[in-house]
């Protein structure tokens, strides 16, 4: 077979990388959903990942236990009541913890909620948050609803930073804000993947800056786990948290995951919102007044796990676990660098768009966000009556992300095809 060592425009160059890739026998492992009785292209997974097929298995199994047990699967051999450790070990290899950084509980924005409470403590002067212009709602609702809690003027202290006509937020820049708001600066809360440019911002820079300055640094990292690796732990990151339905494929609204450093973590006294769920577990059923909490991110649980939607979260990282998550980072390098390669090298269609998301692939993931300078809602269409599953974004853009995990080189080839129709 013809060894593939530069992309080319020809439909015979997809064909072979995907002869030639190593994780191809993974697509297998989902359902791809239909449309018209004919399977979609789903470039989507940014949004919700696909379903494992071994998902239902996993949760038909907790569902039996749950029929067969009753109370008693709380405390058999292998106990409910521990249900939470068992992804840990996934979960701490998707983003460069240790065990007892990470934990999987709530929903991302009940948890970002959680962590604001922690590491959002105005003290004198020190007050101001940053955050990028044009956040996503939820964490710029969550995080000036805490401003607005402590009397805090978010019009006054909130520092939102804009990023520059193509939607770029350069590290320079962010910086420069930071070290310019000094002793002021309470928190910085970026996102790791900005989620309408694509763009995977540096944490570790953003986090030194901060820290130089008597700061915290969090992420929301709901576009980048399952998707880029990251080193939480060794980037001394304070505090980040994810969703698992996008990159991770666990299923709609499914648990969130939370990383808090040790250094906090394992601090009892670091402040925090409490539940029984974060108290020592050999006391936790003694049913004491006084809070004694789990060492770790643990000890910010509130309540016992959903046992049932934790088993699909689990099923998903059982797939990570088998594949890896800097294999796949190698293949999504690969996809994306030949979707961009394609776009760029098709002249009907460059005219037509400005891709946001940064070319330096240290700085992007899965995803490209393509704007378009007219006709952007006649392409989405176009594809999504061609069986392409995409997302708009208002006013322009189209979120393109083919996901390692179950997409091919072929299915890049026919979606740049398809646009390609709409602007010959
Ligand atoms: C997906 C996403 C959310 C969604 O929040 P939920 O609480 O899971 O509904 C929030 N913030 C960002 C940045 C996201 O990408």
Known sequence: MKKVTHFQNDSLTAKLLDQQDPLKEFREQFHIPKRNNK??????????????????????F???????????????????????????????????AKIHEVVAMNNLTTNLHLLLASFYQPKGNRKKIIIEKGAFPSDYFAITSHMKQKGINPN???????????????????????LTAKDTLALVMLPGIQYYSGQFLDLKSITNAAHKVGAYAGFDLAHVVGNIP????????????????????SGPGNVSGVFIHETHGNNSNFPRLTGWW???????????????????????????ANII?????????????????????????????YLEYLLKNNVAIKP?????????????????????????????????????????????????????????????????????????
């Not at 020592?280 to 016992?304: C, H, Q």
């Not at 088993?311 to 998550?325: D, N, Q, R, T, Y």
Request: hydrophobic share 35%.
């Open 39 to 60: 399977e979609v292209i789903y470039f989507c997974g940014n949004s919700l990942g696909l379903q494992p097929k071994i998902t239902s298995e996993k949760i038909d």
């Open 62 to 96: 907790e569902l039996k236990k749950w029929a067969e047990k009753g109370v008693d699967a709380h405390f058999d051999d292998d106990p409910w009541i521990y249900h939470h450790h068992k992804g840990k070990k996934a979960i701490s290899n998707l983003v460069g």
């Open 156 to 178: 006054d202290h909130l520092i939102e930073i804009s990023p520059d006509e193509n939607g770029y937020l350069s590290t320079e820049k962010i910086c420069h804000v930071i």
């Open 230 to 249: 990251v080193k939480l732990h060794e980037d001394q990151i304070d505090f980040a948290a994810w969703c698992s339905y996008k990159y991770l494929n």
């Open 278 to 304: 974060g108290q020592n577990e050999t006391i936790r059923f003694k049913m004491k007044n006084y809070f004694d909490p789990i060492p770790g991110v643990d000890g910010w649980m509130l309540s016992n």
């Open 309 to 337: 939607s934790s088993a699909a979260h689990l099923a998903s990282l059982e797939l990570f676990e088998k594949v890896g998550i800097h294999e796949l980072r190698k293949k999504s390098v690969l996809l994306t660098g």
């Open 352 to 424: 037509h768009i400005n891709i946001l998301t940064p070319e330096n692939k240290s700085e992007r993931g899965c995803q490209l966000s393509l704007y378009f300078y007219n006709q952007g809602r006649r392409a989405f269409d176009h594809l999504a009556k061609n069986g392409v599953v995409l997302d708009w974004r208002e006013p322009n853009v189209i979120r393109v992300a083919p996901v390692p995990f179950y997409n091919t080189f072929q299915e890049v080839g026919r979606v740049v095809d398809l646009l390609n129709q709409v602007f010959v």
